[in-house]
């Protein structure tokens, strides 16, 4: 799931009333009919800690998030990963619901814990947990389903938190190697997709700046998220040239790394103090990771400025030698994508001498854009194709995988089984990528959709639903069922689109007149 920084979302809360959001491309939200390229991958995603519940049984170790969600006042409602969907039971289910679907890809993380319970190849593997994972690839593969493996999605050892601080502190690089190394052996014969991490902008931020996520370290300083990021960046290099080295010829895989990614709008595209407000905001969030990966191999300038001025806080400078860059930049097969959002951004003057440049914008959104359960979660469908052509025009051309994209509802009674905002907010997105590939020629290779049922979301529990098959938490058996965006998505995969002329054009444009011309979304609400 996508957050920003806690300053930003504090910021967002305010709308911005002077935004003419159509003025300058009135064709913008048109309906384009038409399908996918061939082999175009349709997908959905989940992550252990959110759905495999089993948390302290077959010999896992504890986990940052088992330990956070532990401790009381950090999760709303006390609510834990400790059954979650109880996926380490129902996995079988799981995956003929996909297959009733016709999924034929599926995203899904490994709990480190699960398989080296203290975080070291020295502690010894469990065998219970690689024989879940094996049990798990060869259920999906047996039905037709290709599984996309996330290594890393923010369950770090609680063993490794404890010895060395988690990822403000390198030593932990060598450890995130040997477990990769682990994986790509042990699973790499029947996992072709890869991906080392997932969202380090929002683990390191929301991790290490306001201890608003596991492993909970509040550092307003930046220090700990900026030394985070930093060792995430290594250690994604390093498993991704162990792959490269190791691995590739053999398993003829790809390995990538999913990026939280935002599209700021500048609020007056003619104002050049809000257009370079909205290129500082762009490179702090997006280039941070992006930049040293898919750019030049460095950090953005906004980032470089930063840690100059922290300087003199700062034990471990991050800062990359020639070494580092030479070994980060292209150290990615496809860019993964996680996108949800957008913003509208504007200039605000800072104190030089006392403020950071993280405070030189601020950001918005428009009264219109309908709002999820989420806080951040706005329906800007539009935001999705330019930030696909941004990828296109600065981060040279990669092959991109769309790998979460999605929309919660409430937990309500009853529960949101026809789920129109989120059929809207799909149907929308999905359009968009359309048109980038076909008009901007985005080489965009995947479209996963977040997430295949409702699961634990992180500090929210299980008081946001972002499925597409609706959970009941209050059941011992945690029984799913298909919501009706299951039904949408499954007739996208099967037409692979909205394809030209058809029937299924006729209905897909009358739901667009509806998502875009009644109060639907809003009234869900
Ligand atoms: C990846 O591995 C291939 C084959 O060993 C090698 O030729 C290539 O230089 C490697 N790429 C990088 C960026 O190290
Ligand atoms: C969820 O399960 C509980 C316990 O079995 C049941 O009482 C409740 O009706 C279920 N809720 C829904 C919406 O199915």
Same mark, same amino acid.
């Given at each position: ?296 191999? *460095?950090? =953005?300038?906004? $980032? ?8 003199? #806080?700062? %034990?471990?400078? !991050? /800062? ?26 504007? *200039?605000? =003057?800072?104190? $030089? ?8 914008? #601020?950001? %918005?959104?428009? !009264? /219109? ?28 051309? =990669? ?127």
């Amino acid at each position: 799931m996508l957050f920003f920084f806690t300053f930003l979302i504090a910021l967002t809360m305010v709308h911005c009333a002077h935004y003419d959001y159509g003025e300058y491309d009135r064709t913008r939200d048109d309906f384009r009919p038409g399908t996918f390229p061939d082999g175009f991958i349709w997908s959905t995603a989940t992550a252990s800690y959110q759905i495999e519940g089993a948390w302290n049984v077959d010999g896992k170790g504890e986990s940052i998030w088992d330990r956070f969600s532990h401790t009381p006042g950090k999760v709303d409602r006390g609510d834990t990963g400790d059954v979650a969907c109880d996926s380490h039971n129902k996995y079988r289910e799981d995956v003929q619901l996909m297959k009733a679907m016709g999924l034929k890809y599926y995203r899904f993380s490994l709990s480190w814990p699960r398989i080296f319970p203290d975080g070291t190849v020295a502690g010894g593997v469990n065998q219970a947990g690689v024989d879940y994972y094996n049990n798990v690839i060869d259920e999906l593969l047996a039905n037709g389903i290709t599984p996309m493996v996330t290594l890393y999605h923010w369950d770090l050892p609680q063993a490794l938190q404890d010895r060395y601080g988690g990822w403000v502190n390198e030593e932990i690089v060598e450890h995130y190697d040997n477990y990769a190394t682990f994986a790509f052996q042990t699973f790499g014969d029947r996992v072709k997709y890869w991906l080392t991490f997932n969202e380090p902008m929002v683990l390191c931020s929301l991790g290490y700046t306001s201890g608003e996520h596991a492993p909970g370290i509040h550092d307003p300083t930046s220090v700990s998220g900026l030394s985070c990021g930093h060792t995430l960046l290594k250690a994604h290099a390093r498993a991704w040239h162990t792959y490269n080295t190791t691995f590739r010829q053999l398993q003829g895989g790809k390995v990538g790394i999913a990026l939280s990614l935002l599209w700021a709008e500048p609020r007056d595209p003619d104002l050049p103090a809000d257009v370079s407000a909205t290129d500082r905001a762009m490179q702090m969030i997006n280039g941070w990771f992006a930049q040293p990966i898919f750019g030049d191999g *460095d950090y =953005p300038n906004v $980032i470089k400025e930063t840690v100059q001025k922290l300087k003199s #806080q700062l %034990t471990e400078v !991050p /800062e990359f030698t020639d070494e580092d860059k030479s070994l980060i930049h292209g150290s990615a097969d496809f860019l993964g994508v996680n996108h949800y959002s957008s913003r509208i951004t504007s *200039d605000k =003057p800072i104190d $030089i001498q006392t403020q950071s440049v993280f405070e030189s914008f #601020q950001m %918005t959104t428009a !009264p /219109e854009w309908p709002r999820g359960q989420s806080d951040w979660l706005f329906a800007v469908p539009w935001g999705l194709r330019r930030l696909l052509k941004y990828i296109k025009e600065h981060y040279g051309d =990669p092959d991109v995988y769309i790998t979460e994209n999605g929309w919660s509802d409430g937990d309500v009674q009853p529960p949101v089984m026809e789920d129109t905002g989120r059929i809207c907010y799909y149907m929308t997105y999905i359009d968009e990528v359309l048109k980038a590939i076909e008009e901007d020629q985005v080489k965009v290779r995947a479209y996963t959709a977040w997430s295949f049922m409702d699961n634990f979301e992180w500090t929210r529990g299980y008081t946001e639903r972002f499925g597409l098959h609706y959970v009941n938490f209050t059941d011992s058996n945690r029984p799913r069922t298909p919501k009706q965006s299951a039904s949408f998505y499954k007739d996208v995969i099967a037409n692979n689109g909205f394809p030209k002329g058809a029937e299924v054009t006729r209905i897909v444009q009358d739901m667009w007149e509806q998502c875009r011309g009644s109060d639907t979304v809003k009234e869900e609400l």
